[in-house]
């Protein structure tokens, strides 16, 4: 098992930035890819950002490549997502999730095996 609890949202204005933060704990946090993913309000969860266990390599989604930036410190058991020039389109509940490390950059939630609670970004124009 794998605990996952995200942190670092909050309210910003547009242009604005935030880091979210996911903190695991249980099993051998560098054994697992990372991913984060979003849902907006009446819309299906979304890929947003991978990294592998190592960290060396990543994967974006285009709405927000160039934007954000996924990144993890394995020794912190803690995972990353600097996101900066935020849009309102931006402004979604942003879930951390982990799978084994052998399905690599996955971007479909089907490949996951553990889940954190969520945490709102809401941007305002």
């Known amino acids: 098992q794998v605990q996952l609890v995200e942190s670092g949202g909050g309210l910003v204005q547009t242009g604005d930035s935030l880091r979210l933060s996911c903190a695991a704990s249980?099993?051998?946090?560098?054994?697992?890819?990372m991913g984060w993913f979003r849902q907006a309000p009446g819309k299906e969860r979304a890929f947003v950002a991978s990294v592998t266990f190592t960290g060396s390599s990543t994967r974006y989604a285009d709405s927000v490549k160039g934007r954000f930036t996924i990144s993890r410190d394995n020794a912190k058991n803690t995972v990353y997502l600097i996101m900066n020039s935020l849009k309102p389109e931006d402004t979604a509940v942003y879930y951390c999730?982990?799978?084994?490390?052998?399905?690599?950059?996955?971007?479909?939630?089907?490949?996951?095996?553990?889940w954190g609670q969520g945490t709102q970004v809401t941007v305002s124009s």
């Open positions: 249980g099993r051998t946090f560098g054994g697992y890819s």
């Open positions: 999730a982990a799978a084994p490390s052998y399905r690599g950059l996955a971007d479909s939630s089907g490949y996951y095996d553990y």
